[in-house]
């Protein structure tokens, strides 16, 4: 239901929940595939019949400053799991703890783009937080001394969202959270590794990191550093970074259990192709198993090895990274790649889906990723809806479809030929998770 302007400045929580869910306004039910409970109103409630209330209740951009009735917050949302008030106007945290100490089985808060600037949290409220396992903060400039308060109480906090709130510094804890396993702490200031690594120890537990768009320009520590301050540290997104040393990347190798890692646009790589700048980076990282979000297949990390190898092999001594010196222990020197011709050759197979076949041109070293783009208009999905399997043409009676489920692999890697099929068959959709925000 659209609330005017004037209708929503001061609105309660208590009046927000029985505006929007009044049966009248909000009349869904199980038949329509929404999972809702009715309510009786609670005595004196501004809604005299019923309520009908999902158990993830959103209630965005409504205008809500304050809390209500307690008794009657505690009726509605007796059964709910998930809160999101982002986009309210609730800058007390007295309010936001009289909504919270009234929903007993709350395991997601949102409270993003709430002005809560300068707005201390006294301990003694924070305590109704204590359920809260995943807390985003995004763009309410809340100090790190209400993130402290907060983690203190929240014993089961699991991930913690803290993007846009403008940290140039990071302020140390006295008390860990060792349950967290997901900080995002996108699009704030921070520059100095000085800074990033006093998150070790304020959260012993860490298993992803999101630290994109801060500008970070180095990671400026030592192995035995690293590995004491960030011990399960599994995944790290240094994406939009200034990153500018190879120096920065080989350090990533001291991470003990790292095996994700994102870095685009960062500005060490940006003289180079899309495929050199994942090479480099796969040679370089030999434990990390995905590069900005895609799998790295032993096949792609033996090619960028050896492409690393002749890449740095007529450079002088001094030049020579650490990691070449390894990788020819490894592989040994190698001969320069034997002139090709690169002149345009393609491929015609047949692309079918449902019912349909469709002969279709493709270019050898075309991508998987360049395939399901071009595939897009033909078979009507979005290339992330599309899953595509490879079955060749004299294999195929004794061979289950291959599927061709790495982004960057080049189709002739397949050893595509004339006349060969390629199935498109639809992908099934996931439900999205909190730590895709």
């Given at each position: 239901m659209d609330l005017s302007s004037d209708e929503e400045e001061g609105q309660t929580f208590v009046e927000v929940v029985s505006k929007k869910y009044c049966p009248d306004n909000f009349p869904y039910c199980r038949s329509q595939g929404m999972e809702v409970v009715v309510l009786p109103s609670p005595p004196g409630s501004p809604v005299k019949d019923r309520l009908n209330l999902p158990s993830v209740l959103v209630l965005n951009d409504c205008g809500i400053s304050k809390a209500g009735n307690r008794a009657e917050v505690a009726t509605f949302c007796a059964h709910v799991v998930e809160l999101d008030l982002s986009y309210n106007q609730l800058k007390d945290w007295e309010e936001i703890g009289t909504i919270v100490s009234n929903i007993p089985h709350?395991?997601?808060?949102?409270?993003?783009?709430?002005?809560?600037?300068?707005?201390?949290?006294?301990?003694?409220?924070?305590?109704?937080?204590?359920?809260?396992?995943?807390?985003?903060?995004?763009?309410?400039?809340?100090?790190?001394?209400?993130?402290?308060?907060?983690?203190?109480?929240?014993?089961?906090?699991?991930?913690?969202?803290?993007?846009?709130?403008?940290?140039?510094?990071?302020?140390?804890?006295?008390?860990?959270?060792?349950?967290?396993?997901?900080?995002?702490?996108?699009?704030?200031?921070?520059?100095?590794?000085?800074?990033?690594?006093?998150?070790?120890p304020m959260y012993p537990g860490l298993d992803t990191l999101v630290l994109a768009n801060n500008g970070l320009m180095s990671l400026d520590d030592s192995q035995d550093m690293l590995e004491c301050r960030f011990p399960n540290l599994r995944s790290i997104n240094l994406n939009n970074s200034g990153l500018n040393k190879w120096e920065d990347i080989e350090r990533l190798n001291f991470f003990p259990k790292l095996k994700e890692v994102k870095a685009k646009s960062i500005p060490l790589l940006e003289n180079?192709?899309?495929?050199?700048?994942?090479?480099?980076?796969?040679?370089?990282?030999?434990?990390?198993?995905?590069?900005?979000?895609?799998?790295?297949?032993?096949?792609?990390?033996?090619?960028?090895?050896?492409?690393?190898?002749?890449?740095?092999?007529?450079?002088?001594?001094?030049?020579?990274?650490?990691?070449?010196?390894?990788?020819?222990?490894?592989?040994?020197?190698?001969?320069?790649?034997?002139?090709?011709?690169?002149?345009?050759?393609?491929?015609?197979?047949?692309?079918?889906?449902?019912?349909?076949?469709?002969?279709?041109?493709?270019?050898?070293?075309?991508?998987?990723?360049?395939?399901?783009?071009?595939?897009?208009?033909?078979?009507?999905?979005?290339?992330?809806g599309m899953r595509l399997f490879y079955i060749g043409r004299e294999a195929c009676s004794v061979l289950v479809p291959q599927e061709m489920k790495y982004p960057c692999r080049a189709l002739h890697s397949y050893g595509i030929r004339d006349g060969d099929e390629i199935l498109m068959v639809p992908k099934i959709k996931a439900r999205c998770r909190s730590s895709d925000i």
């Open positions: 709350l395991d997601f808060l949102n409270l993003s783009m709430n002005p809560l600037s300068g707005v201390e949290l006294e301990p003694c409220l924070a305590e109704v937080f204590c359920r809260v396992r995943r807390l985003v903060l995004i763009n309410t400039n809340v100090t790190w001394d209400t993130v402290h308060t907060l983690t203190r109480h929240t014993p089961e906090l699991e991930e913690l969202f803290l993007c846009l709130n403008h940290y140039e510094a990071v302020q140390e804890s006295e008390t860990p959270c060792a349950s967290l396993r997901l900080l995002q702490i996108t699009d704030n200031r921070l520059q100095e590794w000085a800074e990033v690594r006093k998150l070790g180079y192709s899309n495929q050199q700048r994942r090479s480099f980076i796969v040679a370089q990282l030999p434990r990390v198993s995905v590069l900005n979000g895609s799998l790295v297949a032993d096949e792609e990390r033996e090619d960028a090895e050896r492409f690393f190898i002749r890449h740095y092999q007529d450079r002088p001594e001094e030049e020579l990274p650490r990691r070449y010196h390894v990788l020819v222990s490894k592989y040994g020197k190698l001969a320069p790649l034997a002139e090709v011709d690169m002149s345009p050759r393609s491929t015609r197979v047949d692309v079918r889906w449902g019912d349909r076949v469709e002969a279709v041109s493709l270019r050898p070293e075309q991508t998987v990723a360049e395939l399901k783009k071009m595939l897009k208009a033909l078979v009507q999905l979005p290339p992330s």
